[in-house]
C-alpha cells in the first residue's frame, strides 16, 4: 500500500511559480513511478508529468513541456512539480499518483492516488 498527501498549492498570479510536493509512505516508493494528473469540474483528468523509478525518464504533456519540471527524491519518498510561468489554464486540482507500470499517461495505469490540491492562477 502507498499513501499519498499532497502539499503547495494556492492562488498565484498569472507568470508566477509554485512548486507542488507529494509526499508517500511506505517503503516501496522507490520501485513506483509517479505521475501528476490534474482535473477541472466537468472535465476529464488530464495528464501532466511522469517520472520513473529510478527518475532517469520524465514525460510531459504537450501543454505543460517547458514550463513545468518533474522531479523525485527517493530517500525523502517525495515527488515534486515545479510549475513556472503559470497560466490562468493551469488552473486545477492536481493529483499525484504511483504506478508500478505501463502507460505513464493513463490514468488507469496507476494504482494510488492522492486527494489533490487545488492550484489557482488568477489576477
Known amino acids: 500500500q502507498v499513501q499519498l498527501v499532497e502539499s503547495g498549492g494556492g492562488l498565484v498570479q498569472p507568470g508566477g511559480s509554485l512548486r507542488l510536493s507529494c509526499a508517500a509512505s511506505g517503503r516501496t516508493f522507490s520501485s513506483y513511478a509517479m505521475g501528476w494528473f490534474r482535473q477541472v469540474p466537468g472535465k476529464e483528468r488530464e495528464f501532466v508529468a511522469a517520472i520513473s523509478w529510478s527518475g532517469s525518464s520524465t514525460y510531459y504533456a504537450d501543454s505543460v513541456k517547458g514550463r513545468f519540471t518533474i522531479s523525485r527524491d527517493n530517500a525523502k519518498n517525495t515527488v515534486y512539480l515545479q510549475m513556472n510561468s503559470l497560466k490562468p489554464e493551469d488552473t486545477a486540482i492536481y493529483y499525484c499518483?504511483?504506478?508500478?507500470?505501463?502507460?505513464?499517461?493513463?490514468?488507469?495505469?496507476?494504482?494510488?492516488w492522492g486527494q489533490g490540491t487545488q492550484v489557482t492562477v488568477s489576477s
Open positions: 499518483a504511483a504506478a508500478s507500470g505501463g502507460n505513464y499517461a493513463t490514468t488507469h495505469t496507476y494504482d494510488y
